[in-house]
Every structure is written in C-alpha cells, then in structure tokens.
C-alpha cells in the first residue's frame, strides 16, 4: 500500500520513527553495582549444611544413584581436589553419581 493511502494516524507514528532525533544517542551512566562484602554470607554453615543435606536428599529420592566404586571414587577425589583450591571451610562437601533421564525420548 502506498504511503500516501495510509491512515493519517500510522503515517505520523513513521513520521517520529524517520526523525533524525530519535536515531540519536543519550548518553546515559551504567548502574552503579553494589560491593559486596565477601564476610557477609545469606546462611551461616549450619545453614547451609541443612540446606544442603535437603537438596542431596530429595535428588536422591528422585534420581537413582550409581552404586559404582570406580566412577564414585573418581568423582570424589576429583571433588577433593577441587576443594583443596577453595578457601578454607567446615562445610561438608558430598559427592556422587545419578542417572539423570534423556529429556529426548
């Protein structure tokens, strides 16, 4: 349809749009992002045990572990190595192995 045709309404809405001025750009400052304190954590290490022990509890209720010495042991001490570079905690870490279903069938 030609420009000529349309409503006046939709003609003057493209009209604002084919303005220079609002091709232009502002500019305009990032967000100023918050430091956080790194001593400063949501749970305390009880409660972040628990919370913890609750979601490796419900994925093991869900999900079938894999009672496998070799690939268990292996994924552990991978883990342990992996918590040795991390600082200092009296968290308690586990690890093991699931099944986790194909989401293509």
């Known amino acids: 349809m030609p420009i000529a045709k349309l409503p ?8 604002l749009f084919a303005d220079s001025a609002c091709f232009a750009q502002q500019s305009c400052p990032p967000p100023q ?5 790194p ?3 949501m749970f305390n290490d009880k409660q972040e045990m ?3 022990d609750a979601i490796a509890e419900h994925v093991q209720r869900e999900f079938l572990v894999i009672d496998d010495e070799d690939l268990t ?3 552990q001490r991978v883990g342990k190595r992996l918590l040795a570079q991390a600082p200092p905690s009296d ?3 586990q690890f093991f192995c699931l099944t986790y279903p194909s ?3």
Do not use: E, F, H
């Open 73 to 75: 042991g292996y994924v």
């Open 103 to 105: 989401l293509t069938r």
């Open 33 to 37: 992002i918050p430091t956080l304190d």
């Open 50 to 52: 628990d919370l913890g």
């Open 91 to 93: 968290l308690k870490v």
């Open 39 to 41: 001593r400063v954590d």
């Open 8 to 15: 006046t309404s939709i003609a003057g809405i493209a009209g």
